[in-house]
């Protein structure tokens, strides 16, 4: 069966600082893979998604990026965090076809 | 920007059955209609998907009206595990142009369920 998994579970990080939020995706070839982020209290923004390795399409212009070095492997980055960027960042697959969507468990930054 | 408009919350009493409305009037003929649950800190689950016929799995049952512009998500007996925060949302399915369409959450419908 597939999984999904992404870490660190929460991270408080200063303004300014950097940050790397990782998810790996398992038994599964060529998924789609997402980035979502969640406000408190508010439904949930995509922010970048990717069809393959190395390829990335935002959705918003922000202080965030994404690299796919690998086929299961997705990496959210900043070199400057601002306090914006707190929230609840999820992490999903879906298969190539088929657009059912599945979850991580998600990471809580808090910018400080 | 979300294409369907759902209730802000509801409440339900433990042991009866939750309905869970969901409107998607300007839905296109190969949009299909998904659900999804989220419970508090944990990302969202996927709950059941439709075209047009009423499908049913473990989990719940979805009610498509016949011209597919609302549709309904029950959950049969409610039990307060399933408090959460209820998403319809309507997307094509395998759309061929980058294999998939992306799936965009709006507010959903805040469901409490009483003991």
């Known amino acids: 069966s597939q999984t999904i998994h992404q870490w660190p579970a929460t991270l408080v990080q200063p303004v300014g600082s950097p940050l790397s939020l990782e998810c790996t995706v398992e038994?599964?070839?060529?998924?789609?893979l997402y980035w979502y982020r969640q406000a408190a209290g508010r439904g949930l923004q995509l922010l970048f998604y990717s069809v393959g390795i190395g390829q990335i399409s935002s959705e918003v212009p922000q202080n965030l990026s994404a690299s796919r070095p690998q086929d299961r492997q997705f990496i959210l980055s900043s070199k400057k965090l601002l306090l914006s960027d707190s929230g609840f960042y999820l992490c999903?697959?879906?298969?190539?076809?088929?657009?059912?969507?599945?979850f991580g468990e998600g990471s809580w930054l808090t910018v400080v | 920007d979300a294409k369907t408009t759902q209730p802000t919350s509801m409440d339900c009493a433990e042991g009866r059955a939750a309905n869970l409305p969901c409107n998607h009037s300007t839905i296109s003929g190969n949009e299909y209609v998904y659900w999804y649950r989220q419970i508090h800190s944990q990302g969202p689950q996927y709950i059941i998907h439709?075209?047009?016929n009423n499908e049913t799995n473990e989990m719940a049952s979805l009610i498509i009206t016949e011209d597919r512009k609302s549709s309904t998500l029950i959950l049969p007996h409610a039990t307060l595990r399933d408090t959460a925060v209820y998403y319809c949302?309507?997307?094509?399915?395998?759309?061929?142009?980058?294999?998939?369409?992306?799936?965009?959450f709006g507010t959903g419908t805040r469901l409490t369920i009483i003991p």
């Open positions: 949302i309507v997307s094509p399915e395998g759309v061929p142009n980058f294999g998939n369409e992306k799936l965009t």
């Open positions: 999903a697959w879906s298969p190539r076809k088929g657009n059912t969507i599945y």
């Open positions: 038994g599964t070839s060529n998924p789609n």
């Open positions: 439709g075209l047009k």
